[in-house]
Antibody, heavy 120, light 108 residues
Framework: EVQLVESGGGLVQPGGSLRLSCTAFGFTFSSYEMNWVRQAPGKGLEWVSYISISGSTIYYADSVKGRFTISRDNAKNSLYLQVNSLRAEDTAVYYC?????????????WGQGTLVTVSS | SYVLTQPPSVSVAPGKTARITCGGNNIGSKSVHWSQQKPGQAPVLVIYYDSDRPSGIPERFSGSNSGNTATLTISRVEAGDEADYYCQVWDSNSDHYVFGTGTKVTVL
């Protein structure tokens, strides 16, 4: 069974940092591109970042560029998001999301998410 | 940046048809995907590449895409279809995913 399990969320003060993790189960993680997507409370989905299979290609949303860093460790079946200089508007559930192997950009599976709350 | 616009809400009686639109500039030239999100749950893909259904998604879900509008159609709506629905595209001009604003489907 395909699973994506996120961890690392929590309460952090403005300006603080966290490292979010996502561990993959039930599929060959090293064969899939991956993303982070977030959802503020009561709001819609917002794409955050993309990473290619090898990690050589990375994209960020303008709202997080320069503050967030995506990475992966294929040997550990894990995806990461280092989030720095956090702001109140970064408060959201952060989802790890897998891209389909069909060849075009398509998110076909999501984890259950980890909540990041930025507040003093 | 590329923008996708959806109606905030759609209401439909059980057994009827719900149509959810996703508007974007020349969206017909892009591949559109749709996800369903029930309260407290992660999104689930229900339509990809405009009109294909993942395994396990009922045939009641269908999609189309032309011109400036993509449409998700849910036929013979059931109470279990009540959820938020999001359209999604990849904008190759910016190398960004773009999500629609989301539509809440209420079954009357």
């Amino acid at each position: 069974e395909v699973q994506l399990v996120e961890s690392g969320g929590g309460l952090v003060q403005p300006g603080g940092s966290l490292r979010l993790s996502c561990t993959a189960f039930g599929f060959t993680f090293s064969s899939y591109e991956m993303n982070w997507v977030r959802q503020a409370p009561g709001k819609g989905l917002e794409w955050v970042s993309y990473i290619s299979i090898s990690g050589s290609t990375i994209y960020y949303a303008d709202s997080v560029k320069g503050r967030f860093t995506i990475s992966r460790d294929n040997a550990k079946n894990s995806l990461y998001l280092q989030v720095n200089s956090l702001r109140a508007e970064d408060t959201a559930v952060y989802y790890c999301a897998r891209e389909s192997s069909l060849g075009e950009h398509l998110i076909d599976f999501w984890g259950q998410g980890t909540l990041v709350t930025v507040s003093s | 940046s590329y923008v996708l616009t959806q109606p905030p809400s759609v209401s439909v009686a059980p057994g009827k048809t719900a149509r959810i639109t996703c508007g974007g500039n020349n969206i017909g030239s892009k591949s559109v995907h749709w996800s369903q999100q029930k309260p407290g749950q992660a999104p689930v893909l229900v339509i990809y590449y405009d009109s294909d259904r993942p395994s396990g998604i009922p045939e009641r879900f269908s999609g189309s895409n032309s011109g400036n509008t993509a449409t998700l159609t849910i036929s013979r709506v059931e109470a279990g279809d009540e959820a938020d629905y999001y359209c999604q595209v990849w904008d190759s001009n910016s190398d960004h995913y773009v999500f629609g604003t989301g539509t809440k489907v209420t079954v009357l």
